[in-house]
């Protein structure tokens, strides 16, 4: 063995807790018992610690344009935060600027994260830019490793939105090439009344971000996107699910046999709205706005109860300066917050160790159903033989809190501040390549390598 991880409390597939070892070689899981014979090169003492499969962030935005300025995390120090957190894999998407084509638009986004990306990564394709143009480009997509495709059901005026025909016809060429399609859903129609009637009276501060952008509005794009889908028996992937009206279109949808899934993130879990009135409310400002305590009331239940399938952090860092050349206006400031390193530490501090969650459940939306609905379960999402050595080590008996000041990325503030943690990240490898030691962040050279996809007709034949 190159490494063997020794007497953790190892979290199994299912949630079962069993102590023993695991042995490491080339890069892979290649043994797990109670006591494993063999030496190896390198052993890591985990006694007291949990050790947990990789975490997978569905969702990240490592330096895109929104307004007049970008996300302040590249994909170096976006995930140098994501390992410090735990999460060795990430989802990022494209950017397609207009003319340009999906594949064009993702060799560019491949381009940016190789080399430089330290956890194992995929990419989303989105689809911004006359969709009906790109339509035959789906399929090699999806067999070049690529079958996770999303689009915007809003953010008309920065040319991003899809019309519900356009949907229709992405929706059905995805499911025909074994894709799946993620959608951010919000009605736009909605949207844009309530904001131009905000604008126009005047009514600028961060809290009319959130009512101008209502549960009500992203419960419509939910149950209209869910009805195409039930028509022609596509899946569907819900993005950053906030509300419970919202949560109730999803289910409903699901009861009559849509096959959708629901993806939230932390700040839908652990802010509210009433951040918006606080002195700094224009530095919350996410889309979708943070929601009411009762959403997030519904959002807990939800998940605990297997109703949410994924956790991501729809992480989208803006530094304080860019936030506040938005003037404290909400429709002039960059949407979006820094999320990938508290993820995990997050889940397990609110969820697990409040009793809201069982690691059963902590390890499904953290790490198995992401890999299986993103074609990635051949090799991650389990601490089991034969996957990739894709392993955190976590120290339950730590105690700290976070702090915006001393984090990974390149955000100098965050959400989260001062919120306490029940336990700390203390060893995070990738493939067996160790990124944090004893909790240092340790990653010199870059090993993260992109992870091509089963596409979800691959995955079902096995
Ligand atoms: O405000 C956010 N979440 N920015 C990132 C883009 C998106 O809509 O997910
Ligand atoms: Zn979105
Ligand atoms: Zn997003």
């Known amino acids: 063995m190159d490494l063997i991880i020794r007497q953790g409390d190892l979290v199994l597939p299912g949630g079962k807790v069993q102590r023993g070892d695991v042995g490491i070689r080339d890069g892979v899981i290649a043994a797990i018992a109670p006591q494993l014979s063999e030496s190896a090169r390198r052993e890591i003492d985990a006694t007291g610690q949990l050790v947990f499969p990789g975490f997978i962030d569905p969702h990240t935005h490592m330096g895109i344009p929104i307004l007049d300025t970008f996300s302040i995390d590249d994909f170096e120090s976006g995930s140098r935060a994501a390992a410090a957190g735990g999460v060795t894999t990430i989802l990022d998407f494209t950017v397609q600027r207009p003319g340009q084509s999906l594949e064009e638009a993702l060799d560019e986004r491949l381009a940016l994260a190789r080399g430089r990306c330290h956890v194992d990564f995929n990419i989303h394709v989105n689809i911004t830019d006359r969709p009906e ?12 490793g690529f079958t996770s495709f999303k689009v915007f059901s809003t953010y008309r005026q920065a040319g991003m939105m899809i019309r519900w025909p356009q949907f229709r016809q992405v929706l059905a060429a995805i499911r025909d090439a074994g894709g799946l399609l993620m959608l951010h859903a919000e009605d736009n129609d909605l949207i844009e009344r309530d904001t131009e009637a905000h604008l126009k009276a005047g009514r600028l501060d961060p809290i009319y971000h959130a009512r101008s952008r209502t549960p009500e509005a992203e419960a419509r794009a939910i149950q209209r996107a869910a009805e195409i889908a ?14 419970a009206a919202g949560l109730e279109a999803g289910l409903r949808a699901r009861r009559q046999g849509v096959r959708i899934y629901l993806e939230t993130c932390p700040q839908y879990l652990l802010l509210d709205e009433s951040r918006y009135l606080q002195a700094n409310g224009h530095w ?9 305590p009762a959403d997030r009331e519904a959002l807990w239940a939800a998940l605990a109860r297997g109703d949410i399938d994924t956790v991501g952090t729809d992480h989208c860092p803006f530094t304080r300066a860019q936030k506040e050349a938005g003037g404290r206006q909400f429709h002039r400031t960059p949407n979006g917050l820094p999320g990938v390193e ?7 501090t609110y969820g697990v160790a409040e009793g809201k969650l069982s690691l059963q459940r902590l390890v499904s939306v953290l790490a198995e159903n992401s890999a299986g609905l993103f074609g990635l379960d051949h090799r991650k999402g389990r601490l089991a033989p034969g996957m990739d050595a894709d392993l955190v080590i976590w120290d339950p008996s730590a105690r700290g809190h976070i702090d915006g000041a001393r984090q990974h990325g390149r955000a100098d503030w965050s959400p989260y501040q001062d919120f306490p943690l029940a336990g700390r990240v203390r060893w995070t490898l990738v493939r067996g390549h160790t990124l944090v030691a004893d909790g240092h962040f340790v990653g010199q050279e870059v090993h ?5 996809a089963r596409s979800r007709t691959q995955t079902a034949s096995g």
């Open 284 to 292: 919350y400002i996410t889309t979708p706005p943070l929601r009411s």
């Open 230 to 243: 039930g028509e022609l028996e596509a899946e569907l992937y819900i993005v950053h699910l906030s509300s």
């Open 342 to 348: 508290w993820l995990f530490p997050l889940l397990y």
């Open 133 to 144: 143009r790109w339509l035959s480009q789906i399929e090699a997509l999806c067999r070049r």
């Open 448 to 452: 993260g390598s992109l992870i091509p």
